[in-house]
């Protein structure tokens, strides 16, 4: 089967502390990481097996993987695995970028986001750029923040012309037509961001050829939807995958609404819905 898989272990720790995240952060212990690790090794080890599937993966941590070597190490290997489609991690793109090197830049793919005040800005940008000399592909965000919005037209005006900067509505935020026309100017895709969608009754692709996996194993058919569909390393979630209806009232976040069936986004990010990366480049104007 043709199958997209987001994993989230249990990692929690981050190296940024930003005032907007919705995510609770903590301090993992020594014994919480090695966790992680064995949780992330086990994951590892299942894909591998899965030589009769063709698998797209999206590493979605609470906290930030790239840090840790056993992320930067897995997503590597899986990379050169020739049934894996593509894997991409969402990132902070704190960690040094010479681990690339033993990646395959066709498979691997990063989904980085700068966060103001946690990173000086030059710093940041190098990093895209070597990203861009290596053939990575990535895509670039911010989180739409009055505070952030000359930041955001900055990198706009600093990054390749062919990598697309995309713009996060931040949490609980409305954004008056005048605000939103703002940042509709730097990313085009603003406006999927700027509200919920309703889901509810509507057919998404979760739950048949896109779930959700946890550090132990649990299948969900998303991250945002608690139902258990079964576990992976039995392999008794395979008999509950299936055309389904989404039960929540709203989906407000890219990593579950790019998958309802009644937006166009997989149209929009053909060859790019996991690293956010759309099949052609957003007019944008500055």
Known sequence: MDLTILYRGPLASC????????????????????????ALERFARWTAAQRNDRLS???????????????????????????IRRVAIQTNLSCRTNWLDAADPDTLALW????????????FLVKCHDLAARGVRHSVGIVGLPEHLEHARRLRADLPA???LWINAAEGRTY??????????????????????????????????VISVDGEGT????????????????????????????PQAVCDCHIGYVHLETLPLYD???GGVLERIPAARPRFST
């Open 15 to 38: 190296d940024y502390d930003c005032p907007y995240c919705p995510f609770a952060k903590r301090r993992d212990s020594r014994a919480q990481l090695a966790a992680d690790r064995a």
């Open 57 to 83: 993966l999206l590493f979605t941590p609470w906290g930030e993987g790239l840090v840790r070597s056993w992320y930067r190490r897995t997503l590597a290997e899986l990379s050169r695995l020739p049934h």
């Open 112 to 123: 980085c986001t700068f966060h103001p005040g946690q990173t000086p800005y030059d710093r």
């Open 162 to 164: 062919h990598v697309y």
């Open 176 to 209: 008056t037509d005048c605000e939103a026309g703002q940042w509709t100017a730097l990313d085009p895709l603003f406006p999927y961001s700027r509200h919920p969608h309703r889901s509810a009754g509507l057919p998404c692709r979760t739950g048949e050829s």
């Open 219 to 246: 299948v969900r058919r998303c991250h945002f939807v608690r139902s258990k569909l079964g576990n992976l390393y039995d392999g008794s979630y395979r008999r509950a995958l299936r055309p389904r209806a989404c």
């Open 268 to 270: 929009t990010f053909a």
